[in-house]
Each structure stands twice: as structure tokens, then as C-alpha cells.
């Protein structure tokens, strides 16, 4: 099983400011097969980030995803109000899929 | 837009069993995978496994293996996941969420399912 380790577990920014998560995992991921999700509380997980880098349909600009291996980024350039939530990581290269245990953006 | 809806909150008796359905409207699930997660209350996200409505074929995480059931209804566009042998640990949301292909896998998973709260509890 992949395991996804994702860091920081808690960010606190302020709106308007950069956001950087990161994820790393236990092996390899082959033609970068990770997604990045945002959950809101009470809400279901919305897709962010597919194929490492790719923004889903109607996702703002200001969120990227990069990396590889590995190594792989979540960048928020600039934080809007409503970015403030949790945020996954996931693999899909292997089986079973695997979520990283997820880093929580916060109101600084 | 293809959204799923999911049935309604159940609550269980330990041993007994859940069937909760995901029913696609707006569109078709035949031509892709439907996964299942669940979220345990104040936890992260956990595959359970996936099907493909088009063709029948199912695949489990190991963990669940034996215990989760995944079935579809190519005519109305529903899948399903049934749990058995339930537990208090088996609390939690669970959620159905379309896969990008017909294929189990190197799926993302979007959209979602609004999620199904199953309580486990005597």
C-alpha cells in the first residue's frame, strides 16, 4: 500500500497570502497519478488537481499543483476567504487508491 | 452536470448490515467507475473499493474484503454498497464519487456524492 504523508498538518495564513502544501509518498508514482482535493466541513471532498497538475473543470487559477516522484505541490497563490478548509491529497496509481491524512488551512 | 445523490442517513444495529445507494442524475453512470469512500467522524478519507456499471466487475480494498458488496443498475443509473458484519467502528460518512474512465483503474474520483451518515450503535 502507498502511504501519503502530508505536511504541514495545520497552516495558518492570512487572506491574501501564498499557501504551499505538500504531500510525499511512500513510493514512486507512475505518470504522476495524484489528485488534490479541497473538504469543507459538512461537505464532500471537491476535486482540485488531477494528473499531478492538471486544474479540474472550474477551479480557480490561483491553485496549482506540481511535483513528481515522490514530491508533489499544492500551491494557492493567493488565498480567497473561502480557501480556508482542509485539504487531500490522493494516489491512483496503485491499489488500494490512498489519501494523504490531509493538512488543514486556517485563518491565521 | 452529472451530480450523485445518495440515499439517507441509517442508523444500525451492531452485526447488521447497510446498503447504501448512489444514483446518478443529470447523466449516466454506465460509462465510468463509481468508487466508494468513507470518513470516519473527525478523520481522513478511505477507499473501499469500486465498480464499473458497464461491465459488473467490482474491486475491493483488502481490508473490506468480504464484508463490502458493490452492485449497479445500469437502468437507473444507481450503484450500491453494502456493508455487512457492522460494527461501531464502521460509523461514518460514506460517500460515492465517479471515477474518470470505465476502467477500476487510475481513477480520480469527481464528482461526489453529497455523502451517507451510517451510525453503528446499540
Known amino acids: 500500500e502507498i502511504v501519503l504523508t502530508q505536511s504541514p498538518g495545520t497552516l495558518s495564513l492570512s487572506p491574501g497570502e501564498r499557501a504551499t502544501l505538500s504531500c510525499r509518498t511512500s513510493?514512486?508514482?507512475?505518470?504522476?497519478?495524484l489528485a488534490w482535493y479541497q473538504q469543507k466541513p459538512g461537505q464532500a471532498p471537491r476535486l482540485l488537481i488531477y494528473?499531478?497538475?492538471s486544474r479540474a473543470t472550474g477551479i480557480p487559477a490561483r491553485f496549482s499543483g506540481s511535483g513528481s516522484g515522490t514530491d508533489f505541490t499544492l500551491t494557492i497563490s493567493r488565498l480567497e476567504p473561502e480557501d480556508f478548509a482542509v485539504y487531500y491529497c490522493?494516489?491512483?496509481?496503485?491499489?488500494?487508491?490512498?489519501f494523504g491524512q490531509g493538512t488543514k488551512l486556517e485563518i491565521k | 452536470q452529472v451530480q450523485l445523490v445518495q440515499s439517507g442517513a441509517e442508523v444500525k444495529m451492531p452485526g447488521s448490515s447497510v446498503k447504501v445507494s448512489c444514483k446518478a442524475s443529470?447523466?449516466?453512470?454506465?460509462?465510468?467507475?463509481i468508487s466508494w469512500v468513507r470518513q470516519a467522524p473527525g478523520q481522513g478519507l478511505e477507499w473501499m473499493g469500486g465498480?464499473?456499471?458497464?461491465?459488473?466487475?467490482?474491486n475491493y480494498a483488502q481490508k473490506f474484503q468480504g464484508r463490502v458488496t458493490l452492485t449497479a443498475d445500469r437502468s437507473t443509473s444507481t450503484a450500491y454498497m453494502e456493508l455487512s458484519s457492522l460494527t461501531s467502528e464502521d460509523t461514518a460518512v460514506y460517500y460515492c464519487?465517479?471515477?474518470?474512465?470505465?476502467?477500476?483503474?487510475?481513477?480520480?474520483?469527481?464528482?461526489w456524492g453529497q455523502g451517507t451518515l451510517v451510525t453503528v450503535s446499540s
Open positions: 464519487a465517479r471515477g474518470a474512465w470505465a476502467r477500476l483503474e487510475n481513477n480520480w474520483f469527481d464528482p
Open positions: 443529470g447523466g449516466t453512470l454506465s460509462s465510468y467507475a
Open positions: 465498480i464499473i456499471p458497464i461491465f459488473g466487475t467490482a
Open positions: 513510493q514512486n508514482i507512475i505518470s504522476n497519478f
Open positions: 494528473g499531478a497538475s
Open positions: 490522493q494516489q491512483y496509481d496503485g491499489s488500494p487508491k490512498t
